[in-house]
């Protein structure tokens, strides 16, 4: 397996998590070099704009075609995000289940909007449900 780690910040969620037998190939691409233990041990790091390395790199990929089979599996799992989304509303007075507050939030949101979130358990429910 490769990993890029594009704009990691380990604060976020450290390389032992995720790297825990210290054997995956990375690769970063960042504005700055990364911090260097023993679990975060980049093959390559790509240092300058994010977004225009990421313009660099993707102008000489290949298209690539889905096959049907996969365009299927990916269907049933956007269904099972789509169904885990669904909260069913208690609806006692000024308590509000996160995902109530994130499905409004999402139905409020256009394509030139930018949403930011501060830490806290919060930011978990944003990451795992707010659709981009």
């Known amino acids: 397996d ?3 780690a594009i704009g990691y910040d380990p604060i976020e969620y450290e390389a032992r998590n995720w790297n825990a037998e210290k054997d995956a190939r990375i690769i970063v691409i960042d504005e700055a070099p990364a911090e260097i233990d023993p679990f975060m041990q980049p093959e390559r790091e790509l240092i300058g704009d994010i977004s225009a390395t990421l313009d660099l790199l993707t102008g000489s990929l290949e298209p690539q075609q889905v096959s ?3 365009k299927e599996y990916l269907a049933s799992l956007q269904a099972k995000l ?3 989304d ?3 509303s208690k609806g006692e007075a000024g308590i509000l289940h996160p995902l109530e507050v994130i499905n409004t ?3 409020k949101v256009t394509d030139d909007m930018t949403v930011t979130v501060d830490v806290g358990s919060h ?3 944003m990451a795992r449900h707010f659709r981009s």
């Open 68 to 70: 049907e089979d996969a």
């Open 82 to 84: 789509t169904e885990r």
């Open 86 to 88: 669904i909260v069913q």
């Open 105 to 107: 939030l999402q139905s």
């Open 2 to 4: 490769l990993v890029i």
């Open 123 to 125: 930011y978990i429910w």
